[in-house]
DNA sequence: TTGTAGGCGTTATCAT
DNA sequence: ATGATAACGCCTACAA
């Protein structure tokens, strides 16, 4: 393996030299700097990243954690995007990415957890699908001890960001647009996680909506759970007019319900997943760039090392149909 | 961050012992040893991962290398369970690992991909969706630099190892079971990417299975495109009895054009994903254990640690149908 | 502007 | 059986 100093020796110059050269250091000269480059190109050098990350206490290792449900694949389509995303952004900064999962913590405490992170000389994480009801990741961030960015949990403090859609005007709008395209003002809300973050936000979000337009709405959770969905459409889906589901797996439960009770109420969904072209009816849903969030996590994450406080990161998203046509390739 | 060091001082003992109990080395005495486990507890202390990397040759750092398919999210779901089973038997080997995705080296060279490894300390790879056409990955396992386990690609040498089901067996299998099933003889059979390490075995199957069964077989490529399926389903469905596919993907886009054309074919696919609960038809199909044979790929990356010579792993199957209320939770 | 030297946390080789 | 001590490859004051 080349090193450094087999660049330095061909160069003609010290290691230090080359690692300044190397990291953009001031006050190195123009002719130094150059030899360095051509002693680094001849060598094909790539620098030891380990070596790097033991030695400086600078930034650069960063860890993905995920909230994987392995239950259900639409979510595999959310994680995945999430991880191709700010992988691909990550190679931009040279940072080194671990992915982990929640599940691999289980019944580890705070402390094990951080521990584990440094172990690995972490310094920034970013969390995805993160609830309320993750004592263990709350504590993680409140630590501090680590740079955060959070995807979709508005949880802000000095050393931590959160990167999201506006959930609210979001799920405002998918309403707002399937109840004007159809007639009749008895909406069920499908929600999804009982007090999740993106949770409340819509609920707000469609009681401002049935306040303005003078509909009769009923909430229920649906856990973000197709099956529940499902069954909360038997239940609740006839005496609907329309029925907004707060995402898209909850929304094609939802949709197959009404076609085995052989009824049909509009149905709209959240997310924007490819899962709806194969659901055959045509539904509103929100679509979110998942790789262009996860990209602007680590993006965030990096402002988070250069010093910057931390901030809520606002996303766009659109309105779309999702067609079978659309989906396959 | 506690150090061995540390753990040295409060134990009384040098830095090298505490290293050797912690790595399991022989002329140790008990007494000691205890008296290291008891200050390794108390200060719960985490080696860090990332020195020993550093300072040893020794393996442990492994590389998870994905071909992402972006565009099919029922791959999302097979590579998201590769992953989940690789992270989840690399913590109890305690390898580091990191995720790499093809496309990331795209325009890269063996040299340069090579380098790139190194640079992170890698001393292994699991590889997951190789085609013959991968020629910077073929190279790769050329220069025997690491010890590799390929997922369904019959590579084989002294540092690398192949985990696989059994293809042939499992597509005569499923096919033959959708035959018996059903009347004709005339059998389309959409086969996967050209030249494809599987589509060979499969294809070979269907040839044993014509032959022994009397069919008249017509193989079409369907690049494991859904679209391609799809396609090739309109132009050639009417004149056949039974569909078999390479792939559940294609299994779906097949039974949707049938759907369109309003005409029924019995098909049957391969993979067992979850999507397959969503056409709403019943489908024979293949379901492979995507996370155990990952799980497998690395606890055969440690055989080959260990001085094992490179082999074929081969995993279980079964056949399945996939209903919507199975996969739904 | 350049180079020297100490250190990052471990592992591993040698003495003892 | 135990302990110094030199790597591992790089970064970074600090000295020159």
Redesign the pocket.
Known sequence: ????????NKA?????????V??D?????E???EKVMKAVEELN????????A?????VGRIALLVNLNVSAQAIDEIDMRYISGALQKAMDYRFDVITLFFFMFRDKTVDELIRYLQ?QSISGIIIYGLSKEDLVIHELIDSKMFKCVAIDAPLMNDTTSCVSIDHIRAQYDVAYKTIKENTGNKVLYIAGKRNGYVTDDRIAAMKMLAEKENLVLDVKYGEFSEKEARELTFKYGKKANIIVCASDLMAIGSMKALQEMDIFRPVCGFDGTTLMGYVGQQMNTVRQDFEALSAKAVEELNNLFNGQKGRLVEMPYSLVQINYTDIIV
């Open positions: 393996m080349v090193s450094i100093k087999d660049v330095a003609g110059v010290a290691i230090s030299t080359v690692s300044k190397l990291n250091y001031p006050n190195v000269s002719a130094t700097k050098f790539v620098p030891n990243s380990v070596a790097a033991l030695s400086s206490k600078k172990s």
